[in-house]
């Protein structure tokens, strides 16, 4: 059974930083595509930043220059760099396959709060 862990709960002023992790078991972690998703209260969950097996990354509009994926494959852990946060950026983020329609069990995801 897949399992995946995020941690990295924050409360964070605006411009400030933070990195996300995510611990995965139960699968073959390093052949599969990989990503952060986000879900803010009213509003459908996205795909914000994506790796690939051999470590090219695509990132939504919105976090593009800011957030940085990267993944440690022989940790089964894939880590999300945040910087310049923004209120906007508020959200639970959550990781899993990528795109989402090869996602498995969603985890709890962790509350990224950016607040002065």
């Known amino acids: 059974q897949v399992q995946l862990v995020e941690s990295g709960v924050g409360l964070v002023q605006p411009g400030g930083s933070l990195i996300l992790s995510c611990l995965a078991s139960?699968?073959?972690?390093?052949?599969?595509?990989m990503g952060w998703y986000r879900q803010a209260p009213g509003k459908q969950r996205e795909l914000v930043a994506a790796i690939t097996t051999g470590g090219s990354t695509n990132y939504a509009d919105s976090v593009k220059g800011r957030f940085t994926i990267s993944r440690d494959n022989g940790k089964n852990t894939l880590y999300l760099q945040m910087n310049s946060l923004r209120p906007e950026d508020t959200a639970v983020y959550y990781c899993n396959r990528a795109p989402a329609q090869w996602a498995v069990d969603w985890g709890q995801g962790t509350q990224v709060t950016v607040s002065s």
């Open positions: 139960g699968t073959v972690f390093s052949i599969y595509r």
